[in-house]
């Protein structure tokens, strides 16, 4: 079983940059593909960022596309995500997930992933 440890949360300003860091546990986080979803207050979980279990491909939600990269380092089981130019708009907890791989239609459900993180706050003053 994977548990998942997010951190790298933080208080920025717009325009800055933050690395948020999902560790995980376990001897089978090489095989998950992973996600990072956010959730701000009053709204429903959005998907962000995943990439698959190889590192081979990585899909981003069009509100970050070209301001944040997911990767992965499975030597460390550890899984990045490197946010730009933040907006205040980003400001929400976000959650590191896994995938198992089944086959769905979506990989950016948040019904796809079954194993989930505490969360980490980011929040983006004006």
């Known amino acids: 079983q994977v548990q998942l440890v997010e951190s790298g949360g933080g208080l920025v300003q717009a325009g800055d940059s933050l690395r948020l860091i999902c560790a995980a546990s376990g001897r089978t986080f090489s095989w998950y593909h992973m996600g990072w979803f956010r959730q701000a207050p009053g709204k429903e979980r959005e998907f962000v960022a995943g990439?698959?279990?190889?590192?081979?491909?990585?899909y981003y939600a069009d509100s970050v596309r070209g301001r944040f990269t997911i990767s992965r380092d499975s030597a460390k089981n550890t899984v990045y995500l490197q946010m730009n130019s933040l907006k205040p708009e980003d400001t929400a907890v976000y959650y590191c997930?896994?995938?198992?791989?089944?086959?769905?239609?979506?990989?950016?459900?948040?019904?796809?992933?079954?194993?989930w993180g505490q969360g980490t706050q980011v929040t983006v003053s004006s």
């Open positions: 990439i698959l279990w190889n590192g081979g491909s990585t």
């Open positions: 997930a896994a995938d198992p791989r089944r086959p769905v239609t979506s990989r950016t459900s948040p019904d796809t992933y079954d194993l």
